[in-house]
Nanobody, 122 residues
């Protein structure tokens, strides 16, 4: 089992920045691909970003490219999502997830955090 706890969400004005953190405990963190997903009100949960086991590879959904950065610190068992130039459309509950396959498909992820709310005001 892997336990994931997100933090860092909040209310921010458009153009502002937030950094989300996801702390993992349980099994060996570096054995897992880590992803960030988000779910806006009334919408399906969607892929945001994924980072490989070592952190060498990352993939982003088009709408956040150039604004968001995913990173990980395997020594601290933590994955981050730095979000810059935030837009009202980024408002959502953000979830981190752990999986064994490098994928943007949420079905490939085995463990999920409880989510953290990000609200961007215009």
């Amino acid at each position: 089992q892997v336990q994931l706890v997100e933090s860092g969400g909040g209310l921010v004005q458009a153009g502002g920045s937030l950094r989300l953190s996801c702390a993992a405990s349980g099994r060996t963190f570096s054995n897992y691909v880590m992803g960030w997903f988000r779910q806006a009100p009334g919408k399906e949960r969607e892929f945001v970003a994924v980072i490989s086991w070592s952190g060498a590879r990352t993939v982003y959904t088009d709408s956040v490219k150039g604004r968001f950065t995913i990173s990980r610190d395997n020594a601290k068992n933590t994955v981050y999502l730095q979000m810059n130039s935030l837009k009202p459309a980024d408002t959502a509950v953000y979830y981190c997830a752990a999986g064994t396959y490098y994928s943007g498909d949420e079905a490939e992820y085995d463990y999920w955090g409880q989510g953290t709310q990000v609200t961007v005001s215009s």
